[in-house]
């Protein structure tokens, strides 16, 4: 009987996994909690190899943080270009709630080491959440030019906006219950939207 034996793992392959067990490592142990033999249990590689890939932990580190944003990112810019109307804030709202929550793993590890990290804050901060911002910021342009948001500043719109995607992802731990239904979940992104769009003044 013929034996085929499966083939080894790419060095993508073998990167990818390293990066996953790092996520979920950082997430719950924290970076200085986890050590490099930890990563490489997880990853089910040998410690050598996490060094033929990354110079240190702190390079998988802020791979981890910044390319998971980047995805995100990616995400956000989708969602706002296939947005069928400026008005319809609440589906990009939910969506992104129930994106974010996947992703709760990676939000926990940026929101602590950033703390701990300035170069991680700053990397973040130029290669995501400025992008982010500049995108968001085009496209509220765009809809105060053609008469259907006011004329205002619309980096100050954008940033407001992105604020509340941001709370938007952690709502499940933050304003609604871990067991939300997808009706709550739905009710809390109309909400949002409808603060966002409308504010909290009763029209004259």
């Not at 060095?11 to 490099?36: C, N, P, V, Y």
């Not at 890939?53 to 296939?82: C, M, Q, R, Y």
């Not at 731990?173 to 949002?192: H, I, V």
Request: hydrophobic residues 45%.
């Amino acid at each position: 009987m013929r034996v085929f034996n499966s083939s080894p793992p790419s060095e993508a392959q073998t990167r990818s996994r390293i990066l996953q067990a790092a996520l979920k490592l950082f997430a719950a142990q924290g970076f200085d909690g986890t050590t490099t033999r930890d990563l490489a249990q997880a990853a089910g590689v040998a410690e050598g190899t996490l060094f033929r890939h990354f110079p240190n932990k702190k390079a998988i580190l802020v791979e981890v943080a910044t390319g998971g944003w980047v995805d995100i990112l990616t995400d956000l810019l989708t969602e706002l270009s296939e947005m069928g109307s400026y008005k319809a804030v609440a589906q990009v709202m939910r969506r992104r709630m129930w994106n974010l929550q996947k992703n709760a793993d990676l939000m926990k590890v940026c929101f602590m080491e950033v703390q701990f990290h300035p170069d991680l804050r700053d990397r973040i901060q130029t290669e995501v959440i400025e992008k982010m911002t500049d995108v968001a910021e085009a496209f509220f342009q765009t809809a105060m030019d053609k008469g259907i948001y006011r004329q205002m500043d619309a980096n100050l719109v954008a940033k407001v906006f992105l604020g509340m995607f941001a709370i938007a992802g952690f709502s499940n731990n933050t304003l609604m219950q871990p067991d939300a239904s997808p009706q709550q979940m739905q009710q809390m992104a109309e909400g949002l939207a409808d603060i966002f769009l409308n504010g909290v003044l009763a029209k004259d």
